[in-house]
């Protein structure tokens, strides 16, 4: 990570939680001296001091240390408004309802921006008794695979994980209006509606 916390930061944060210096200072064991030297760019705050900061002032660790803080405004919690993560690393996948911060293997991911399925890509649906088969003609090699394929509605998620050299067919039970949504390791997230 190549962010430090700033001074502007700590002031901005401190200031909407309508804390003093003083009071910061108390919550997080310096003086109001250190806070002040931190706001004015004089002095940076110890790294054990990261962790007690961050909870006095109501943010995470990785929000202070960026400056980027994340408003959740998602009361909803309409799992439609969904956006998805991958990393580029190790693979993880990671699905959150609303606006967050998520690093993985030391890296801010940024959420992926989906795209109407191609032909290359499309979802085929085929009815089995009370349940849906999907496909995707798709190849499965080591280096190019699709890698899941989730079917969202407004209160329920499907997920199904893939693997290369596996096949990208599964059964799902589809129960109401949605988007299939599917990630290719080189072209995307991809959506289809329902």
Same mark, same amino acid.
């Given at each position: 990570?190549? *962010?430090?916390?700033?001074?502007?930061?700590?002031?901005?944060?401190?200031?909407?939680?309508?804390?003093? #210096? /003083?009071?910061?200072?108390?919550?997080?064991?310096?003086?109001?001296?250190?806070?002040?030297?931190? &706001?004015?760019?004089? $002095?940076? %705050?110890?790294?054990?001091?990261? &962790? %007690?900061?961050? #909870?006095?002032?109501?943010?995470?660790?990785? &929000?202070?240390?960026? $400056?980027?803080?994340?408003?959740?405004?998602?009361?909803? /919690?309409?799992?439609?408004?969904?956006?998805?993560?991958?990393?580029?690393?190790?693979?993880?996948?990671?699905?959150?309802?609303?606006?967050?911060?998520?690093?993985?293997?030391?890296?801010?991911?940024?959420?992926? &921006?989906? @795209?109407?399925?191609? /032909?290359?890509?499309?979802?085929?649906?085929?009815?089995? @008794?009370?349940?849906?088969?999907?496909?995707?003609?798709?190849?499965?090699?080591?280096?190019?695979?699709?890698?899941?394929?989730?079917?969202?509605?407004?209160?329920?998620?499907?997920?199904?994980?893939?693997?290369?050299?596996?096949?990208? @067919?599964?059964?799902? #039970?589809?129960?109401?209006? $949605?988007?299939?949504?599917?990630?290719? *390791?080189?072209?995307?997230?991809?959506? #289809?509606?329902?």
């Amino acid at each position: 990570m190549n *962010n430090y916390i700033t001074g502007a930061t700590v002031k901005r944060l401190r200031e909407e939680k309508g804390l003093t #210096q /003083a009071q910061l200072a108390d919550k997080i064991g310096v003086s109001a001296k250190a806070v002040s030297k931190w &706001e004015t760019a004089k $002095g940076l %705050p110890d790294i054990t001091l990261i &962790e %007690p900061l961050s #909870q006095a002032l109501g943010v995470s660790v990785l &929000e202070l240390m960026s $400056g980027d803080t994340v408003i959740n405004q998602n009361v909803s /919690a309409n799992i439609l408004r969904s956006k998805f993560y991958v990393c580029p690393v190790c693979g993880n996948i990671i699905r959150t309802t609303g606006d967050t911060v998520i690093s993985c293997c030391g890296i801010t991911l940024p959420p992926l &921006e989906a @795209e109407e399925t191609d /032909a290359a890509h499309e979802i085929k649906l085929e009815k089995v @008794e009370d349940e849906y088969y999907l496909t995707v003609n798709h190849e499965m090699t080591k280096t190019h695979f699709i890698s899941f394929v989730a079917h969202l509605t407004s209160d329920k998620v499907n997920f199904v994980k893939f693997y290369p050299e596996g096949n990208a @067919e599964t059964r799902m #039970q589809l129960r109401g209006k $949605g988007w299939l949504y599917l990630y290719c *390791n080189k072209h995307g997230l991809m959506k #289809q509606k329902i």
